[in-house]
T-cell receptor
Framework: SQQGEEDPQALSIQEGENATMNCSYK?????LQWYRQNSGRGLVHLIL?????REKHSGRLRVTLDTSKKSSSLLITASRAADTASYFC????????FGKGTRLSVIA | NAGVTQTPKFRVLKTGQSMTLLCAQD?????MYWYRQDPGMGLRLIHY???????AKGEVPDGYNVSRLKKQNFLLGLESAAPSQTSVYFC?????????????FGSGTRLTVV
């Protein structure tokens, strides 16, 4: 399997705390993407980081990429209950290879 | 505002029955994909298409067939359903540069085979 792995599989934090999720991937990449999935819904594209970037910010999201270790991390700052969802990394081009996801629970 | 639409949203099949899942997109995307999502397994690619009239196998194609007769539609067929095909099925579409712009997903079809 070419699937990547997210770590941890599940994460539970209090509202206002930061949440960090990690992703290791197997494929060579041009870019790495992160997606969010609310319970019972489809995945939604969050952010993309190019292989020549080391860090990228978008609102409360911060993504880092280490191509030498084939790993990426997603940081959500000042988390809210509405951030409760599963988060997936995806690598490759066509087709994308998705990791197994991290289930984030933010407790109000 | 439709994006990617999947029908049906829910279905229960008996073992051995057949069915077709329909995916329709209105974004003029060239590429379309079918994934299945199972607990602890993430998303696994079943089949995909890079254009009208073309299809290719993904990671878990056995037991499924697909057709892309029109650019906007991608059909997933189960000829003889098995309990192992109980899953949530997601369709997605993208530009050829999916690595730059990502996928647009449908809301899923929850299939139970009894």
């Amino acid at each position: 399997s070419q699937q990547g792995e997210e770590d941890p599989q599940a994460l539970s934090i209090q509202e206002g705390e930061n949440a960090t999720m990690n992703c290791s991937y197997k494929t060579s990449i041009n870019n790495l993407q992160w997606y969010r999935q609310n319970s019972g819904r489809g995945l939604v594209h969050l952010i993309l980081i190019r292989s020549n970037e080391r860090e990228k910010h978008s609102g409360r999201l911060r993504v880092t990429l280490d191509t030498s270790k084939k790993s990426s991390s997603l940081l959500i700052t000042a988390s809210r209950a509405a951030d409760t969802a599963s988060y997936f990394c995806a690598s490759g081009n066509t087709p994308l290879v998705f990791g197994k996801g991290t289930r984030l629970s933010v407790i109000a | 505002n439709a994006g990617v639409t999947q029908t049906p949203k829910f279905r229960v099949l008996k073992t051995g029955q057949s069915m077709t899942l329909l995916c329709a997109q209105d974004m003029n995307h060239e590429y379309m994909y079918w994934y299945r999502q199972d607990p602890g397994m993430g998303l696994r690619l079943i089949h995909y298409s890079v254009g009208e009239g073309t299809t290719a196998k993904g990671e878990v194609p056995d037991g499924y067939n697909v057709s892309r007769l029109k650019k906007q539609n991608f059909l997933l067929g189960l000829e003889s359903a098995a309990p192992s095909q109980t899953s949530v099925y997601f369709c997605a579409s993208s530009l050829p540069t999916a690595g730059l712009y990502g996928y647009t997903f449908g809301s899923g079809t929850r299939l139970t085979v009894v």
